[in-house]
């Protein structure tokens, strides 16, 4: 199948259709076996404190963008949000969405974040979970949404931590002789952009970007950033989860907490 990439890392086919890797059969045939998408929102070590920095979404309207499989979606739908729309590229991420997590008040929609028609001011809250290092342009996606939202709106995401992006090797880990964990080689820290890199399958593009461009971004939207959050693995936590004692090593998780002011200067369409 021919396949030309557009600007974002999503693929069109030349049937018209969208491609991101998630569509790939070999790629969804291992990331479908992570627990991480087999079970509900609030299984993974980041979920709590995502959902502290959202708070209540009761009678709120939010679009979650990159909602894969639903979970977060749907946890925001049954905490009493007045609609939820969830929009993804990938159609294999949002069968599984369609099938096991409807719910009367979300809507999902397959597109991708570049494409979408951010309506004005039309949500109170914006959530995206791990999925912004996919998207290439973060200044014209920070626009979008500071558009979508209304004034004093909230955007809470969760992206990869530029520490884990800026790895110089797949895995990251720098071994001894023995095979044991040395230390996190970190390289080009400073150079942003795509990053490709084996992940079930070969080529895996994710977008690294400096801790000072993902929340200057925001800012230069016209976002208040309120919290940042690194989150690492905690005493229960390990207890229950021993073998994620090498998380505290290093960062893998960014979270941001914005408000969208009340007088932006910056959300006209570019
Ligand atoms: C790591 S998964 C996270 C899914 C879900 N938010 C979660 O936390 O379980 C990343 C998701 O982003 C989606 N995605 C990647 N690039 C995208 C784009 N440009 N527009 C919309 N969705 C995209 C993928 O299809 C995938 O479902």
Avoid at 85 to 113: F, G, K, W
Avoid at 133 to 145: A, F
Wanted: proline fraction near 4%; glycine fraction near 8%.
């Amino acid at each position: 199948m021919l396949l030309l990439r557009n600007y974002n890392g999503v693929f069109m086919s030349k049937v018209g259709k969208l491609h991101v890797i998630y569509d790939d059969p070999l790629f969804f045939a291992g990331y479908s076996q992570l627990r991480r998408f087999r079970a509900d929102w609030g299984y993974a070590m980041e979920h709590s404190a995502f959902i502290n920095l959202v708070g209540s979404v009761q009678g709120r309207r939010v679009l979650d963008l990159g909602c894969g499989a639903g979970q977060l979606s749907l946890y925001l739908a049954t905490a009493g949000a007045a609609k939820v729309i969830s929009i993804d590229a990938s159609e294999r991420m949002l069968n599984v969405a369609r099938t096991q997590r409807m719910h009367p008040c979300i809507t999902y929609q397959l597109t991708s974040m570049s494409d979408y028609d951010y309506p004005s001011e039309d949500f109170d809250v914006v959530v995206s979970s791990l999925a912004f290092h996919y998207v290439r342009d973060y200044t014209n996606l920070m626009r979008n949404i500071a558009r979508c939202l209304v004034p004093n709106g909230l955007l809470v995401f969760s992206t990869e931590h530029p520490i884990y992006s800026a790895r110089n090797s797949t895995d990251g880990w720098v071994t001894g002789a023995d095979g044991s964990r040395i230390g996190w080689a970190l390289d080009h820290y400073a150079e942003e952009g795509p990053r490709d890199h084996h992940w079930f399958v070969d080529g895996v593009r994710r977008y690294h970007r400096t801790v000072a461009t993902l929340v200057n971004g925001p800012i230069d939207a016209g976002f208040t950033v309120e919290r940042v959050l690194e989150p690492a693995p905690s005493d229960e936590w390990l207890h229950d989860h021993p073998g994620d004692m090498d998380e505290r090593r290093r960062p893998m998780f960014l979270l941001v907490r914005a408000r969208r002011s009340s007088h932006s200067a910056n959300t006209s369409r570019p």
